[in-house]
């Protein structure tokens, strides 16, 4: 899979980007996993032409997490085509943009997902967008609005022929958030729609290696794209790859592995930020892993984990899980 020159090879694996997830040391550690591509947090287009701090750091990106993508999200013309332009400088390899995200705050107030009620400002930034940058635009976006606006396949045309160059599908409507199950059949038609060209990458319930290999061989979809599954399981990209390239599952390693693979989040965490911010940055992570999923009498160890305020009092619980 391509999206313009950037070569994904066969059956690519990405990162979807997440706000306060996927930060550079998130990022990094998922490509060491094997994720094909990572984006970064999506981030506001008005506080970019604004140069605002926290969002400018956002825009960082390394050279050992490429090919990366920055996602931005806005509703007016102007500050997309201005935002775009300052990504762009960043030197990401592709520029995504959001019109997928189904929070209130961005939504709500017409962006993100919010661009599903207005489809011809949606088209006009994604074309204005495309014009103003050298490098690959891609859109993310949902099924539609609501379940009796499911408009994808037409919309996913347009957009095409505004200039993207690849286009990522997450299977719910604004209005599911992130509850039931993502329908995976309207991506299928996307993809399999004779008259786009493009990329289709589809997102929405990627648990597991059979989930993505399923989708693939059932959808025809040119990558898969996974978002909360990998949050607390940065391993999961390898468990995917293994089985796509074996058609076996990955033997499980040692339970002290998958915890070492956790400090590492924590300390990189506690790092970018400081001890206080990057262990409430990270108890999101610890939180939904699926590692202590199982494990007898730990509901008081999952509270003392999220409540503590040290590295050394967070380790000190974590070397004490007993899984026998």
């Known amino acids: 899979m391509k999206i313009g020159t950037v070569d994904l090879g066969a059956y690519p694996v990405l990162l979807a980007p997440m706000e306060d997830v996927t930060d550079i040391s998130f990022r990094l550690l998922c490509k060491q996993f094997g994720a094909d591509m990572v984006y ?79 489809i011809p400002l949606m088209l006009e930034i994604t074309r204005e967008v495309v014009k103003a940058v050298n490098i690959p635009v891609t859109v993310k976006t949902r099924l539609g609005w609501d379940a009796e606006n499911r408009i994808i396949t037409r ?9 993207i160059a690849a286009l990522s599908i997450h ?74 390239q074996t058609g076996r599952p990955l033997p499980a390693e040692p339970f002290p592995r998958y915890l070492n693979i956790l400090k590492k989040q924590v300390l990189q965490s506690v790092e970018r930020l400081d001890e206080r911010r990057g262990i409430l940055h990270i108890r999101r992570h610890l939180a939904v892993t699926p590692l202590f999923k199982g494990i007898q009498n730990f509901k008081q160890t999952r509270v003392a984990m999220l409540r503590a305020e040290t590295v050394e009092e967070l380790f000190d619980i974590m070397d004490g899980i007993n899984i026998f």
Not at 43 to 67: M, N, Y
Not at 84 to 105: M, Q, S
Not at 185 to 196: M, S
């Open 40 to 118: 970064t947090e999506f981030v506001s287009s008005d506080a970019i032409v604004r140069h605002i701090g926290k969002t400018v750091e956002k825009l960082h990106v390394a050279g050992e997490e490429r090919p990366v993508a920055i996602q931005i999200y806005g509703k007016e013309v102007s500050p997309m085509v201005e935002a775009a332009k300052i990504c762009e400088e960043a030197r990401p390899d592709v520029i995504d943009l959001n019109f997928g995200c189904p929070v209130k705050k961005i939504a709500g107030k017409g962006a993100g997902a919010g661009m599903l009620r207005n």
């Open 155 to 163: 919309l996913a045309e347009q957009l095409q022929d505004c200039g």
């Open 171 to 244: 299977g719910r409507t604004r209005s599911q958030m992130y509850t039931g199950e993502a329908d995976w059949t309207l991506i299928g038609e996307v993809k399999n729609n004779p008259r786009i060209t493009i990329p289709i990458i589809g997102n929405g319930d990627i648990l597991t290696a059979g989930d993505c290999k399923e989708r693939f061989d059932r959808y025809g979809v040119d990558g898969v794209m996974i978002g909360r599954g990998s949050i607390g399981r940065p391993w999961l990209f390898r468990e995917i790859k293994h089985y796509l």
